[in-house]
Nanobody, 118 residues
């Protein structure tokens, strides 16, 4: 069982910045990749960014160069620094982890709303 809690969402103007956090209830960041997803109104949930236990990162093309995923293993927390925000970034953002011990089992946070005004 892993509990994930996101924070940091809010309302921001286009071109602004916002940082999201996701705290895990277990020390798993050193073992398992963590991911950010988002879901905009009328759209399916999409991948945003990932960071693995070695610190390697990958991003969706839509956020490449604007968003940065990072981690703090001591705090069991990952972050998503979002810069140069656009209205199309408006979505509910979720953190996600796949169980290191049970195939097919995933954990999701409750989501945090990010709204970017034009």
């Amino acid at each position: 069982q892993v509990q994930l809690v996101e924070n940091g969402g809010g309302l921001v103007q286009a071109g602004g910045s916002l940082t999201l956090s996701c705290a895990a209830s277990r020390n798993i960041l050193s073992i398992t990749p963590m991911r950010w997803y988002r879901q905009a109104p009328g759209k399916q949930r999409e991948f945003v960014a990932t960071i693995n236990s070695g610190g390697s990162t990958a991003y969706a093309e839509s956020v490449q160069g604007r968003f940065t995923i990072s981690r703090d293993n001591a705090k069991n927390t990952i972050y998503l620094q979002m810069n140069s925000l656009k209205p199309e970034d408006t979505a509910v953002y979720y953190c996600n982890v796949r169980s290191p011990g049970v195939v097919g089992l995933e954990y999701w946070g409750q989501g945090t709303q990010v709204t970017v005004s034009s």
